[in-house]
């Protein structure tokens, strides 16, 4: 009786499932089994499941160490079979037939209009796809192993290890730089992704003339008052959005969802927000009580502000509360953005770089800094019109802020 | 039996003590009785070998029946050969006993059948996977009974968790309005999936009967001749234009809910181990024994008949062949229909589009 090598595939015991841990053998290599013998445990994502063996003989080799997760249709352990020879491979249900009569995927006769099947697109489960997404691997590019040319884990994984990839971060050996998302990081994805798809966003942008914003600038600093204290265009910046808010407070909100129905919360108070460029990455503390403040009170709060966040102190307190924010992309020399909204909040200014422009004054080309505001707002909250308002209210602010600082009637 | 349910008809202890009940007695053949064993040890049997051949690959999913042997191989056994059954995914002992082969049982569960035999030669519906459809269903195979002047009864399967739901409480109020000659038998297992019977409810489910006009009864589960005996009287009772009876068979689902289904994630091994005490097929074999009706020999031999089929069962399922696609096509109407036509000729066009086709 010729003897017989069986491998046994890790079945799908459950609907679906993908994958499972090998955690526990009940048998050696050189043991002998009989059929239906308990020979491993495996855990699912649903269950710790026995599983049975297919076939009586003896233990050739055991493919998978405990503590593995291996995916569904893995070899994970072949059977010397002594008895009665059965030549048929074990089917995994759902993963295809191994038998001549496979007629799941086969290449169309030349000349046939393609009208039901075009390019056969490449085939993989939604978890191999969303992994290849992740991992920025086109499906295409990947050599599929899998039973009827679907594409495996394990195929994508093995891509990425070829240089397939397209991930912008591949390092010098060749391989891809992989981190782990967390802290910040983390904290910064999972507020931009719940901001961004559930405040519909709206941008709108202005080029303002700030040549009387950087006049002031140099005269505070020269001023007694403001000794000691770092004044920037950004100070101004901060004046003109507090400016903004008590003109229209309603950009100073937040959309509250509650059983009862959606309310919109206006705030009494300004917390401003400032988007700061740390170490660590991307923090957001905000000044308590912007609103309230002179101007003198309001730059050293903003400097002070920076300076903890970088210097990696900010307080959770720091980092929470704001109603509204200021990113400033200037710095890093581009001219404006979209900016994601702040979860909580109603509307984010970003400010782009200070660059020397022809700009027409009176009917003449003069030379003028010029600067972008991009404001993003939410619209559930404010409207295209209100929003408008809002900017160009800054943008007055800036171009001529002293008319704007002084109260209107105090002219009269 | 649990002694919170003492209301339930016994008519043999766990231990296999044959005792008397006021209103419920059966009287059995000594080769009736052995082959009630046989029904259940060789349902058991197929039970556990599908359970297996699924965790091997075998079958996308199977719904284990271990523990309910007596309450479905005793209730389909009451049956008249004309009666119907409409059973659920559960129903292995039910279908067993109106003839069904077990190989068909596990076509349906490997995906290669629509619905794996045919119900009017069985006289057993398919499999109902949607909780509680096939008690309308039965319910209105009865009230067809009734304008045929037939004499046939209509037998729906469910479990407790179905009794919630709200086509089998249309099904009772339908079945009470016109007296349809049909049998509700409630298997409770004690879990609907992961949900406990004591939060389904505050009163006993057979009780729930009252409320819509028509007797409940609770019989023991495990013990395979009240349920018989129970049956028989429900049946009779349908039979003679008395309209409906709802059974509640107090059992326990010793297995999982499925294959997909891990129940040490919400009951306790000691409930388990307290129900294999009260198990069915113990206790007749311990009845037969003390009764001299079966021996050591008789035993061995079912054991033996269990592992052949066993054996058949494994061998049938791998040697299954998945059938041809447009076979989907056959059992749509029963007569030709032109549409259909046009469908099949259309799909048999587009496998004939591949290159090794032929042709």
């Known amino acids: ?412 | 039996m649990a002694d919170e349910r003492v209301s339930a008809v016994q008519l043999l202890t766990p231990e296999g003590q044959r005792v008397a009940h006021p209103e419920y007695d059966i009287n059995l053949t000594d080769a009736e009785l052995r082959g009630l064993y046989r029904d259940m040890v060789l349902v058991r049997r197929i039970d556990t070998e599908a359970t297996a051949l699924q965790r091997q690959g075998e079958l996308g999913l199977w719904a284990p029946c271990l523990g309910q042997e007596a309450a479905q191989v005793g209730s389909a056994r009451a049956m008249a050969p004309n009666d119907f059954a409409f059973p659920t995914f559960r129903e292995h002992g039910v279908t067993w006993c109106r003839g069904v082969a077990a190989l068909d049982m596990l076509a349906i569960l490997r995906g290669i059948s629509n619905g794996g035999w045919d119900p009017s030669l069985h006289r057993c519906g398919p499999y109902s996977i949607v909780i509680g459809a096939q008690v309308l269903h039965g319910v209105g195979y009865a009230m067809g009974v009734q304008f045929d002047g037939a004499e046939d009864v209509a037998v729906t399967y469910f479990g407790d968790g179905a009794m919630a739901q709200g086509d089998v409480n249309e099904a009772f109020v339908f079945a009470a309005s016109f007296s349809a000659p049909v049998v509700f038998f409630c298997q409770n297992n004690q879990w609907a999936i992961s949900q406990p019977s004591d939060r389904q409810g505050n009163i006993q489910l057979y009780e729930r009967a009252n409320g819509f006009g028509f007797p409940g009864v609770q019989v023991d589960g495990n013990d395979v001749l009240a349920v018989l005996a129970v049956t028989k009287v429900a049946l009779e009772r349908a039979r003679s234009g008395n309209g409906p009876t709802l059974i509640e068979a107090y059992t326990y689902r010793m297995g999982a809910h499925t294959t997909s289904d891990d129940p040490t994630r919400y009951r306790l091994a000691g409930e388990l181990e307290t129900w294999r005490l009260r198990d069915p097929i113990e206790r007749l074999k311990a009845y037969l024994a003390r009764q001299g009706i079966a021996d050591r020999s008789y035993f061995d031999q079912i054991e033996q008949e269990g592992e052949k089929l066993a054996e058949q069962i494994r061998d049938g399922v791998r040697a299954m062949v998945p059938p041809k696609p447009e076979s989907m096509f056959d059992d749509v109407y029963s007569e030709p229909h032109a549409r259909i036509d046009e469908q099949r000729a259309e799909m048999l066009e587009y496998l004939a589009s591949f290159e090794d086709a032929g042709g």
């Open chain 1, 1 to 412: 009786m010729a003897e017989q090598q069986q491998v046994f595939h890790l079945p799908d015991v459950g609907e679906g499932l993908t994958e499972a841990e090998i955690v526990k053998w009940r048998i050696r290599p050189g043991d002998s089994v009989a059929v239906n013998q308990i020979i491993v445990e495996i855990e699912t994502a649903k269950a710790v499941v026995e599983l049975p063996c297919p076939y009586a003989g003896s233990v050739k080799a055991l493919h998978v160490p405990e503590g593995e997760i291996v995916p569904v249709g893995s070899p994970i352990v072949t059977i010397l079979v002594t008895a009665k020879a059965d030549e048929r491979e074990p089917v995994l249900v759902g993963y295809g037939v191994k038998t001549d009569h496979e007629v799941h995927r086969r290449p169309r006769k030349p000349g046939i209009q393609q009208d039901i099947a075009p390019t056969s697109p490449a085939r993989a489960k939604p978890l191999v796809r969303k992994l290849a997404k992740e991992l920025g691997v086109p499906l295409d590019s990947v050599t599929p192993t899998g039973a009827d040319g679907v594409i495996t884990r394990a195929d994508v994984l093995g891509s990425t290890r070829n240089g397939h990839s397209t991930s912008p971060a591949a390092a010098p050996n060749g391989r891809d730089d992989r981190q782990p998302v967390r802290g910040v990081q983390r904290a910064m994805a999972d507020a931009m992704v719940r901001s961004a798809f559930t405040a519909p966003h709206v941008t709108e942008w202005v080029e303002v003339d700030i040549s009387r914003t950087l006049d002031l600038v140099i005269r505070l600093r020269a001023n007694s008052a403001y000794e000691g204290i770092k004044v920037t265009p950004l100070t101004i910046v901060a004046a003109a959005v507090i400016h903004a808010v008590k003109q229209y407070p309603r950009i100073n909100s937040t959309w509250m969802e509650s059983s009862q129905g959606a309310e919109i919360v206006t705030h009494s108070e300004v917390h401003l927000g400032i988007a700061a460029d740390t170490p660590r990455g991307l923090l957001v503390p905000s000044v308590k009580a912007a609103g309230s403040m002179q101007l003198p009170q309001l730059a050293r709060g903003i400097h002070t502000l920076i300076e903890t966040a970088r210097a990696g102190r900010s307080t959770p307190a720091d980092l929470t509360g704001g109603t509204i924010t200021i990113t400033n992309v200037g710095v890093f020399g581009v001219d404006g953005g979209t900016p994601i909204i702040n979860p909580g909040e109603s509307a984010i200014l970003a400010i782009g770089r200070i660059l020397d422009r022809p700009w027409v004054v009176d009917g003449a080309i003069v030379v003028r800094p010029i600067m972008q505001l991009s404001l993003s707002f939410d619209h559930r909250v404010i409207d295209g019109a209100l929003g408008s308002r809002a900017l160009v209210s800054m943008a007055n602010f800036l171009t001529d802020p002293a008319v704007e600082m002084v109260p209107a009637h105090a002219t009269e």
